[in-house]
């Protein structure tokens, strides 16, 4: 049997704070946070790879990933909704199909083991395929389209879109939201500059038009621009956006919405994504604009406004944790560790609450430079979660391979079989600190309860 199976994890989910709060904090409380993708990137294609990338991520200082697990309109891991809405053919990306794996179910082993979090990126969103005509969702269900005031499919940077006001469309991202939740052991969700989004350019579909007339009055104006009508189009997202995050919540309060927008107020203007009225709402957790710039100059502006707009200059909002994106590696163009390292001192300046870098492989490519460097500048010491007060939910965990090992932590723990058809949960069971466990006693296990000291 395959050894992995066999490995004791023992990581936190807090039912809540008091329960682990004779566990000494961290001395810095920040996001250390980075994409995971499946493209120019091989972490997600084997097990291996998965469990030497987060081994890499632990050792130098990383407290959250998130892996993408949804992509030109498959799923990263075994999804009974696609399979229903769209055919079995369509359950997992073809890659992973042809593998027999799951790969969101090996990362989160991975990662817990070391104690971080696991966030997925839904980095889609509301847009069907990249430059293939709508792709496989939209032949299937053309009346899902999104339209430009011509008539034709919504196509903004060679991205196809679906309608966002379509509440079937909704319903799709709501119910493989729901599975990720659900289903995997995870510590939230996140949007993207496409979750919740939309170009600025659509809302003439036949749907929308009648939306539009019924609430307003109106019929909608030729100018998708039009301040009226942009407003109500990014209202629609918000309220979209308002339904994911009373979704998650009502699932396990613990989870983090988390969204990656474009930085404001481009993003309103050109993708309809109002993040401060997000904020004002109350509908988002942490908020990681993209501030993605190769000249260093633009970075610091960029990143003003988006504590500017994040409210970071009000000393009252409490009320969303702050990180944005820095981006070290598009294509074959890098920003190294001198740009980093002068980006991540203007974040500090401005009171911000960490960052994400897009995306892993840039911090191993040109001879590891950018890792090393983050390790030896910022993230000497491991450094606790803001939005947990610096009380960790995960452990680092304890491995059963070879040799029997001693339980240090009295709790309950769930088990978790990981299998070819997915993520099984199994039986709960209580074990005491001092306990021996051997290699073949248990599969992977989480502790879910702690005792009290």
């Known amino acids: 049997m395959n050894r992995f199976i066999f490995l004791l994890i023992i990581g936190l989910s807090a039912v809540s704070c ?9 001395a810095s409380h920040e996001i250390r946070g980075v994409w995971i993708t499946n493209i120019d990137s091989d972490v997600m294609f084997s097990r291996e790879a998965t469990a030497e990338a987060m081994q890499y991520l632990a050792d130098r200082g990383f407290n959250v990933v998130f892996p ?8 990263l891991y075994p999804s009974e909704v696609m399979a229903r809405t769209f055919g079995e053919a369509y359950r997992i990306d073809t890659v992973f199909a042809r593998q027999g794996r799951d790969p969101l179910a090996e990362l989160i082993i991975e990662a817990h083991k070391h104690g971080m979090e696991v966030i997925p990126w839904f980095e889609f969103g509301f847009s069907s395929s990249y430059n293939t005509n709508g792709g496989h ?23 196809e ?32 500059d496409r979750l919740p989004a939309n170009p600025a350019e659509g809302g003439y579909d036949t749907l929308t038009r009648s939306m539009y007339k019924d609430e307003t009055g109106k019929d909608v104006p030729d100018d998708p621009r039009e301040p009226a009508f942009l407003q109500w189009k990014a209202d629609k997202l918000s309220e979209f956006g308002g339904r994911v995050h009373t979704l998650v919540k009502a699932h396990d309060a613990d989870l983090m ?51 500017l707009h994040g409210g970071l200059t009000d000393s009252s909002n409490t009320r969303v ?3 944005p994106g820095i981006l070290i590696k598009s294509g074959m163009k890098f920003n190294g560790p ?54 960790p939910r995960r452990f680092k965990g304890l491995e059963v391979t070879d040799t029997p090992q001693t339980v240090q932590v009295t709790g309950r723990y769930r088990k978790h079989v990981l299998t070819p058809e997915g993520w099984a ?18 599969p992977t296990l989480y502790l879910i309860d702690r005792s009290k000291p």
Not at 139 to 159: I, T, V
């Open 338 to 391: 001198a740009y980093v390292r002068e980006a991540m001192l203007h974040n500090r300046s401005l009171g911000m609450h960490g960052e994400v870098f897009f995306f892993y492989e840039g911090l191993r490519d040109q001879n590891q430079q950018l890792g090393d460097s983050l390790k030896a500048w910022f993230y000497q010491e491991p450094a606790g979660l803001p939005y947990r007060n610096g009380e």
């Open 68 to 75: 993408v697990v949804w992509n030109e309109g498959y799923t």
């Open 425 to 442: 949960y199994t039986e709960t069971v209580t074990l005491r600190a001092g306990k021996t466990v051997k290699p073949d006693d248990v």
């Open 137 to 159: 969702i939209l032949a299937q269900k053309p009346e899902w389209a999104a339209k430009d005031r011509d008539g034709n499919l919504l196509k903004k940077n060679n991205f």
């Open 257 to 307: 919405v988390s969204m990656s927008p474009s930085p404001y107020p481009w993003s309103k203007e050109e993708y309809l994504q109002d993040s401060p009225e997000w904020i004002r709402r109350g509908q988002v957790d942490m908020l990681h604009p993209q501030a993605y710039r190769y000249e260093i100059d633009r970075y610091k502006t960029t990143a003003d406004e988006v504590a």
């Open 321 to 323: 944790f702050i990180a």
């Open 161 to 192: 879109w679906m309608n966002p006001n379509h509440p079937e469309v909704q319903q799709l991202l709501l119910d493989l939201i729901a599975e990720v939740i659900r289903t995997y052991d995870v510590d939230g969700i996140q949007g993207d």
């Open 18 to 26: 008091h329960k682990s709060s004779h566990i000494a904090p961290f």
